[in-house]
């Protein structure tokens, strides 16, 4: 499925919709550059899962555990992991596996450590089309 957003707000929307759909055991991965939105994107995934507190990204705690939605949300941003074997130091695999749901940024360089299903979210600008303008791409995998 491939959405156009014009603006944060949509971009927010799509996160909230998926949010409200999600079920325990859910594992999505958010691939794109830096500024493309992954963080409004979470934001609207977190609302959808009816928690309140402010959402921000775990660029230097690795993990952010969100517990008052209606699952769990346990919020990932490898960019500045090292190896896997500090995904492992955290205990990822009671995120991945458990009843809660899982929101991986920069996915893509933690590829051999991902469950065998997951939907990726892949985020893209298009200067051409707008500043606020993203492609995302929902994929089941």
Known sequence: MVIESHSRQETYELGRTLGQQAKAGDVYTLVGD????KTVFTQGLAAGLGITEPVSSPTFTILQ?????????YHFDVYRIGDVEEMEEIGYEDCFYGQGICLIEWANLIEEILPERFTEILMEKDL????????????ER
């Open 65 to 73: 555990i969100y517990e008052e939605g209606r699952f769990p949300l």
């Open 128 to 139: 051409a089309k707008g500043f606020d303008y993203r492609r995302i791409t929902v994929t």
């Open 34 to 37: 830096l500024g493309v939105g």
